[in-house]
């Protein structure tokens, strides 16, 4: 048996990083992981995924050789390079983890940690003992009942990782960030990639022109997208697979090599001793938390996807500091969840922060919107990438910023910006009168604020 201060159950970016936060603020530190240090993101998926979606980027250059002035024969593309680039750029950051667990003193125990009271925890059949303990035990995918992956014909992310093959055909379920990231990746290899989608866009938790930018995309780039369409069942027939789906009344039968299911993440949270410890989960599974990330149990502590606040790294780091402090006694600063900056990595990038134009007006703002076209942009026409725009949603009688939406080249590096001013309650003046570099995309943001005043200057 040991004893820590603090325990954290899960290695991935919640829990290492809340594990180096408490460490730092002088607490006696383990975590316990079952799997790998860097959980999901840095194993199967938010690195893997973006070296991928690199070498679509270079794919897809190469065939814009016109454009650029040059020209070769017999180019050949080796997906099971990529793959293989993929893994080494996860194993890199992985070892990196390792350091920093080795630099900051954590002891990183391995094996699966069940609650068997409000202070120890279960390990191997060892028991450990702290004063506070913080659940990070992160999501899986989730599965359609009766249709579930078996890592063949039918895929989750994790499965389609693992492919050094890309498939010919491949029909993904599910039009949110992972799906589309998959089939701009495997369309780019040459995959015929049919999208479908329950709700009326892709992409359908953004602002509805977004959406619209990015079906125009797909289609231009020959991706089929099937919206406001229900999965009725799926078939495997050994090396191939048959998606039924029902569209405006009709049924229709879709034939591919694989699917992928990307429909969202369940959490983990079962086997974890919760119930027997008395902490509190919501019907779904989730785990209930307050503005500190507390439980019900005031020493247990949650923080990222097991939470069901928000499934992206990101929040799940941010939420790792404020529980850390939160244990320390420092005062926190409660996460606007809706003020989380989001992004997905495709071609043309999106990106967002805030509320969509229709939220704003739901929750009775009187709204004025300004957009700015990337075709204008000094920089994106150099690049040869010059498709979309930035959006801004702000509120009419202050000219507060409530939202930026973007589609466009490299918009996820721009995000960063707006999130501060957001943040910080800036207006549509402020934004307008911080001053760009020339020549840069994010000039488009500062000319999209001039719009929303009805002040365009290139426009």
């Given at each position: 048996?040991?004893?820590?201060?603090?325990?954290?159950?899960?290695?991935?970016?919640?829990g290492y990083?809340?594990?180096?936060?408490?460490?730092?603020?002088?607490?006696?530190?383990?975590v316990i992981e079952a799997q790998h240090m860097g959980?999901?993101?840095?194993?199967?998926?938010?690195?893997?995924?973006?070296a991928l979606l690199r070498n679509a980027e270079v794919i897809n250059l190469l065939k814009e050789g016109k454009t650029f002035g040059f020209s070769f024969e017999n180019l050949t593309?080796?997906?099971?390079?990529?793959?293989?680039?993929?893994r080494q750029v996860s194993g890199r950051l992985v070892k990196g983890i390792d350091f920093l667990m080795k630099k900051n003193k954590i002891e990183v125990i391995q094996g699966f940690g069940k609650l068997?009271?409000?202070?120890?925890v279960e390990v191997n059949g060892e028991v450990h003992t702290a004063k506070n303990i913080i659940i990070a035990t992160g999501a899986r995918p989730r599965q359609i009942p009766g249709m579930e992956a078996n890592g063949t014909t039918l895929l989750n992310y994790h499965h389609a990782l693992e492919l050094t093959k890309v498939p010919t055909?491949?029909?993904?379920?599910?039009?949110?960030?992972?799906?589309?990231?998959?089939?701009?990746v495997f369309h780019s290899y040459g995959a015929t990639v049919t999208v479908v989608e329950m709700l009326p866009h892709a992409l359908p938790l953004e602002d509805v022109e977004i959406s619209e930018e990015v079906e125009r995309h797909l289609k231009k780039a020959g991706i089929a997208l099937k919206t406001s369409?229900?999965?009725?069942?799926?078939?495997?027939?050994?090396d191939s697979v048959t998606v039924t789906i029902s569209q405006n009344g009709q049924s229709e039968s879709l034939s591919a090599e694989k699917v992928l299911i990307s429909i969202g993440v369940a959490p983990n949270s079962n086997n974890l001793g919760l119930e027997a410890v008395g902490v509190q989960v919501d019907p779904r599974g989730y785990i209930m938390v307050n503005e500190q990330m507390q439980t019900n149990i005031p020493n247990i502590y949650a923080i990222g996807?097991?939470?069901?606040k928000l499934a992206l790294a990101h929040v799940a780091s941010a939420q790792a500091i404020i529980a850390a402090e939160a244990i320390a006694g420092h005062e926190t600063r409660a996460l606007n969840y809706v003020n989380m900056p989001r992004c997905t990595y495709i071609h043309p990038e999106v990106a967002s922060v805030g509320l969509t134009e229709a939220q704003a007006r739901a929750q009775g703002h009187e709204v004025k919107t300004g957009k700015f076209a990337f075709q204008a942009n000094g920089k994106a026409l150099g690049l040869a990438e010059n498709s979309g725009f930035v959006k801004i949603v702000a509120e009419a009688k202050y000219n507060e910023i409530l939202g930026v939406h973007m589609v466009g080249p490299h918009v996820t590096e721009m995000l960063a910006e707006t999130t501060a001013m957001i943040g910080l309650e800036s207006t549509l003046e402020e934004l307008a009168h911080t001053v760009h570099p020339h020549p840069t995309l994010s000039e488009v943001v500062m000319e999209a604020a001039h719009v929303a005043l009805g002040q365009a200057i290139h426009a």
């Open positions: 048996m040991a004893n820590y201060d603090t325990i954290v159950i899960g290695g991935g970016p919640g990083v809340a594990a180096i936060k408490a460490s730092q603020l002088g607490q006696k530190t383990a959980g999901i993101c840095l194993n199967w998926g938010c690195i893997p995924t973006k593309v080796d997906y099971g390079a990529a793959q293989k680039r993929s068997i009271s409000s202070t120890q055909s491949l029909v993904v379920i599910g039009a949110g960030a992972i799906g589309m990231e998959f089939s701009h369409a229900k999965v009725e069942k799926v078939e495997s027939h050994g996807d097991v939470t069901g």
